[in-house]
């Protein structure tokens, strides 16, 4: 490993090549908090129907969701529309049983039928023509192939984050989300996602119904599943839908809890994105062409403070 040109070794640099900006529009790992819980947990509940499965990851991004759904699966291919992304999971990510392509979800250069699982995570709000990105997926996937899928809930998640997000095109709520995918798939079953705080009290044994309780300060209010879900995860199938567990996602408190919802506007991602460009340039070929022209600079604004020391005396 070589030494940048401030003497110390390119560490940082070498972290930079692997590393993406974060724009606003896809998840990047560096970043913490809420946005890194909310995709996580879906994709490590994918990563309990992907077991030995063929699966395919639409809008793949980054390429650590596919990373981590291949430590189960068979196979897996990433997909994204934008080639620099692609490149960049492929170098990161890549292995014999991990590959990354470049396709659209109205396109997906996927054979017909070749494919267990689908997985597609706050993709398809960013897309007009639900119906093509749906005709796609059913046209890749088995006769008993499965899709797990996430979408904004239209009717809270303006309301819970108080952001609106200019990537979006067209958000769902939970009846568009169901009348959506039940127009290609004989079976569809509903999750709710919201990140919370909270008491969690689980049977340790056993099927068990999940109930939310939310506390107003004189009373429980009470219902079936997630209060006010932020996010709807589905999974649907034209067989009988597999055993999907619902569950708790736990990080590290501490991290969790200096993020905001929306980590472009967090300090956090500020620093993570100003440190990630200052590693950018530290390691570009300009900076090093250049060392001893700023070298030259500092040496001439010495002697040229020093002269005027003199002269002041």
């Known amino acids: 490993m070589t030494a940048d040109p401030r003497g110390r070794v390119g560490e940082r640099s070498v972290l ?41 990851d639409i809008a793949c991004g980054e390429g650590y ?5 291949s430590k189960t699966a068979d196979s897996v291919i990433g997909v994204d529309v934008d080639e620099d992304t692609v490149a960049h999971a492929r170098r990161r990510y890549s292995n014999e049983t991990l590959s990354f392509v470049v396709g659209t979800c109205e396109n997906l250069p996927i054979k017909s039928h070749s494919i267990d699982v689908v997985a597609s995570f706050e993709t398809i709000e960013h897309v007009n023509d639900h119906d093509g990105m749906l005709s796609e997926i059913k046209r890749i996937l088995r006769s008993d ?24 095109i067209k958000e769902l709520t939970r009846g568009e989300l169901q009348a959506c995918l039940a127009s290609r798939f004989t079976h569809v079953a509903l999750f709710g996602q919201r990140v919370t705080h909270g008491s969690s009290i689980f049977a340790e044994e056993g099927a068990s119904t999940l109930i939310s309780y939310a506390w107003d300060g004189q009373q429980a ?31 590290v408190v501490a991290g969790s809890d200096r993020a905001p919802f929306w980590p472009m506007d967090s300090e956090r991602g500020r620093i993570a994105q100003l440190q990630a460009d200052l590693d950018a340039v530290l390691s570009s070929l300009s900076w090093r062409l250049t060392a001893p022209l700023r070298a030259a600079a500092d040496t001439f604004r010495s002697a040229l403070k020093s002269m005027r020391g003199v002269r002041a005396k």
């Open 16 to 56: 930079a090549a692997k590393r993406l900006p974060w724009t606003g529009e896809r998840y990047v790992p560096e970043l913490h908090g809420t946005i890194a819980l909310e995709h996580l947990h879906r994709y490590v509940m994918a990563a309990e129907l992907a077991v030995g499965r063929s699966v395919l």
């Open 65 to 69: 969701g596919s990373s981590l759904l």
């Open 145 to 168: 192939g499965v899709l797990i899928i996430s979408s904004p809930n239209k009717d809270e998640f303006a309301a819970l984050s108080n952001e609106q997000n200019p990537f979006h």
């Open 221 to 251: 209010a009470r219902c079936l599943g997630l209060f006010r879900p932020q996010f709807l995860v589905a999974v649907a199938s034209e067989g009988p839908i597999p055993a999907v567990s619902s569950g708790v996602f736990e990080p």
